[in-house]
């Protein structure tokens, strides 16, 4: 980044206003961008209250993390039929929906024509440039604040209209810039959309190999091995399995030893949300007589969801106990732990746990039950490994597209708040 944008970005940051930029109701901006003005007076959107659809369009429903999508993709049981949708707004691609109750607040772009609830507000876009750049600009940190600053001034479980949200400031650049910044920030979409799809590729094939790899009834072996395979249960390939230890919220402290717990345990990989870590104190895991988890380890979920998804623990420089919803195993041998953490995450391991654990009524599986999984496995240790570097080299592919991806939302987020803010300004 340039020395002058970084000084830029300062000033604003210090509230100080540097040459070409000027203070608005909506924030410093540059000094050439389109007067600020009302949303409602802006001309760029009109309150869209379509009611005139027959009933024959598919309900959406508004979501914080997949934007809108038809409510059969939340809830596949509902029956459309039984609900009264005569008061139902009618939705366009390309219009935007907004829900603003006072516990809820977003704006969303939508891909659908269908039906929303009453309770939305939908605006619908007067000039097509406004639906590439408007997408990403209600999503700025910036025009968030002033969003959530509008629903928290009502009174609780009052609705927002179309009255109070048009009274929110809008600030924009000249059309040639918003038509350049929307081709930077499409150009984003593009790559993330490119990769996610990439990943899932990626996840399918790796699925194809552990469906051929770990199951000898598929008759699919890896050049130059033959032989038989076995099938132990997990008991007999341990030296132990134990479960975690009791923690309650008092005997927690702000520094200590790690507590791991069920949300930690991700399928095949440790998720360590440190943002969120617990801890217990050197005094409490000798009182307590607790178990340290040790690399090496295997840490297996009694509680969904799913039941019985498992990691291996690795180059953990702390201390660490688990909590009792989660069991420690310990196997005889590295190589048959990293044999067994790549079975954990196939189709075949959680059918197993689903059974053991009684079926979908049960909400936890025990550590009894834990210890009569039958794991299919190659005779000859060579093959074992042979196994485990094809699917680990597979996750190891994944995590690093999964980076990547991270990478280029955080660009894509950072480039939204610098191009959107008029910090930085593109070449036309």
Same mark, same amino acid.
């Given at each position: #980044?340039?020395?002058?944008?970084?000084?830029?970005?300062?000033?604003?940051?210090?509230? *100080?206003?540097?040459?070409? +930029?000027?203070?608005?109701?909506? $924030?410093?901006?540059?000094?050439?961008?389109?007067?600020?003005?009302?949303?409602?007076?802006?001309?760029?959107?009109?309150?869209?209250?379509? @009611?005139?659809?027959?009933?024959?369009?598919?309900?959406?429903?508004?979501?914080?993390?997949? $934007?809108?999508?038809?409510?059969?993709? %939340?809830?596949?049981?509902?029956? +459309?039929?039984?609900?009264?949708?005569?008061? +139902?707004? @009618?939705?366009?691609?390309?219009?935007?929906?907004?829900?603003?109750?006072?516990?809820?607040?977003?704006?969303?772009?939508?891909?659908?024509?269908?039906?929303?609830?009453?309770?939305?507000?939908?605006?619908?876009?007067?000039?097509?440039?406004?639906?590439d750049y408007y997408k990403a600009y209600f999503k700025t940190e910036d025009f968030i604040s002033r969003l959530n600053a509008t629903v928290y001034g009502i009174r609780d479980g009052k609705q927002v209209g179309y009255?109070?949200?048009?009274?929110?400031?809008?600030?924009?650049?000249?059309?040639?810039?918003?038509?350049?910044?929307?081709?930077?920030?499409?150009?984003?979409?593009?790559?993330? *959309?490119?990769?996610?799809?990439?990943?899932? =590729?990626?996840?399918?094939?790796? @699925?194809?190999?552990?469906?051929?790899?770990?199951?000898?009834?598929? $008759?699919?072996?890896?050049? $130059?091995?033959?032989?038989?395979?076995?099938?132990?249960?997990?008991?007999?390939?341990?030296?132990?399995?134990?479960?975690?230890?009791?923690?309650?919220?008092?005997?927690?402290?702000?520094?200590?030893?790690?507590?791991?717990?069920?949300?930690?345990?991700?399928?095949?990989?440790?998720?360590?949300?440190?943002?969120?870590?617990?801890?217990?104190?050197?005094?409490?895991?000798?009182?307590?007589?607790?178990?340290?988890?040790?690399?090496?380890?295997?840490?297996?979920?009694?509680?969904?969801?799913?039941?019985?998804?498992?990691?291996?623990?690795?180059?953990?420089?702390?201390?660490?106990?688990?909590?009792?919803?989660?069991?420690?195993?310990?196997?005889?041998?590295?190589?048959?732990?990293?044999?067994?953490?790549?079975?954990?995450?196939?189709?075949? +391991?959680?059918?197993?746990?689903?059974?053991?654990?009684?079926?979908?009524?049960?909400?936890?599986?025990?550590?009894?039950?834990? =210890? @009569?999984?039958?794991?299919?496995?190659?005779?000859?240790?060579? *093959?074992?490994?042979?196994?485990?570097?094809?699917?680990?080299?597979?996750?190891? *592919?994944?995590?690093?597209?999964?980076?990547?991806?991270?990478?280029?939302?955080?660009?894509?987020?950072?480039? #939204?708040?610098?191009?959107?803010?008029?910090?930085?300004? %593109?070449?036309?």
């Amino acid at each position: #980044m340039k020395v002058e944008i970084k000084e830029r970005i300062e000033q604003v940051r210090r509230g *100080e206003i540097s040459n070409q +930029y000027r203070r608005t109701r909506a $924030g410093i901006m540059p000094e050439d961008w389109i007067k600020t003005e009302p949303l409602k007076a802006a001309n760029l959107f009109r309150n869209h209250t379509n @009611k005139k659809h027959g009933g024959a369009f598919e309900v959406l429903s508004v979501t914080q993390d997949r $934007g809108i999508i038809p409510r059969t993709e %939340v809830d596949i049981d509902i029956k +459309y039929a039984e609900e009264n949708i005569s008061g +139902y707004k @009618k939705v366009d691609d390309g219009d935007f929906v907004i829900s603003l109750r006072s516990f809820q607040g977003g704006i969303e772009y939508s891909e659908y024509e269908g039906l929303v609830s009453p309770a939305y507000t939908v605006l619908k876009p007067i000039r097509s440039i406004v639906n590439d750049y408007y997408k990403a600009y209600f999503k700025t940190e910036d025009f968030i604040s002033r969003l959530n600053a509008t629903v928290y001034g009502i009174r609780d479980g009052k609705q927002v209209g179309y009255e109070d949200f048009g009274e929110l400031v809008l600030h924009y650049p000249p059309t040639d810039e918003q038509e350049k910044i929307a081709e930077i920030l499409t150009h984003c979409d593009t790559v993330i *959309e490119l990769k996610k799809q990439f990943i899932e =590729e990626k996840r399918r094939q790796k @699925k194809y190999l552990m469906q051929n790899l770990l199951n000898p009834d598929k $008759g699919v072996r890896l050049p $130059g091995f033959e032989g038989k395979w076995l099938k132990k249960t997990l008991r007999t390939l341990c030296t132990e399995i134990i479960d975690g230890d009791w923690i309650e919220s008092k005997d927690q402290s702000d520094s200590g030893i790690r507590l791991i717990q069920t949300g930690n345990i991700g399928i095949g990989s440790f998720l360590d949300k440190f943002e969120r870590a617990k801890y217990i104190s050197e005094d409490t895991f000798a009182r307590l007589h607790c178990t340290e988890v040790l690399n090496g380890d295997i840490l297996i979920s009694r509680l969904p969801d799913p039941i019985g998804r498992a990691c291996i623990i690795s180059s953990r420089k702390e201390r660490a106990i688990t909590a009792v919803d989660c069991s420690i195993v310990r196997l005889k041998a590295k190589l048959v732990a990293e044999y067994f953490i790549q079975y954990a995450c196939s189709d075949a +391991y959680f059918k197993q746990i689903a059974v053991l654990s009684g079926g979908s009524t049960r909400t936890r599986i025990s550590r009894k039950e834990i =210890e @009569k999984l039958k794991i299919s496995l190659p005779g000859d240790i060579k *093959e074992q490994i042979a196994i485990s570097t094809i699917l680990s080299t597979a996750d190891r *592919e994944i995590d690093l597209l999964e980076q990547e991806l991270t990478q280029w939302q955080a660009k894509k987020k950072s480039l #939204m708040q610098l191009l959107l803010t008029g910090l930085v300004r %593109v070449k036309i």
